[in-house]
């Protein structure tokens, strides 16, 4: 692929232009940008519909919406260990776990996830 040059310096002086700590409120899908990744499912057995939503270590994410309180299964990339919350911002109960996840949730969790925090062991 070719670009022009001022194409090219145009994206270069954009990029330039984001803070360099900004970090998403809400969950990211974006790959490249987050140290690791949680993976849910609104049904159990990681079926239904599904996402892979990165995350920054440490950093409290909100599930973006249509996971909002309807996950079933969840788990992180292997090596984190992670906390769902069941209110937004990680605050109400919690439910700790590692990889490889679980299939299926208990009563109280299951479908009440709002929001999540991973960390390295």
Known sequence: MHFQ?????????????LPSGARP?????????VDGHLF????AN???????LGFFRGSC????????DNISSW???AGWVCITYTNNNCQGLTYTGSSPG?????????DAISSFQCLSP
Do not use: W
Not at 46 to 52: E, I, L, P, R, V
Not at 102 to 110: C, T
């Open 75 to 77: 788990g992180p990339d």
């Open 102 to 110: 679980f299939g299926s949730l208990p009563p109280g969790i299951n």
């Open 40 to 43: 849910v499912c609104t049904d």
């Open 46 to 52: 990681f079926a239904g519909a599904c996402t892979n």
């Open 61 to 68: 994410s909100n599930m973006p919406s249509g996971f909002q």
């Open 5 to 17: 040059k001022s194409t090219l310096g145009f994206f270069i002086a954009a990029l330039a232009a």
């Open 25 to 33: 409120t809400e969950a990211s899908t974006d790959s490249a940008l």
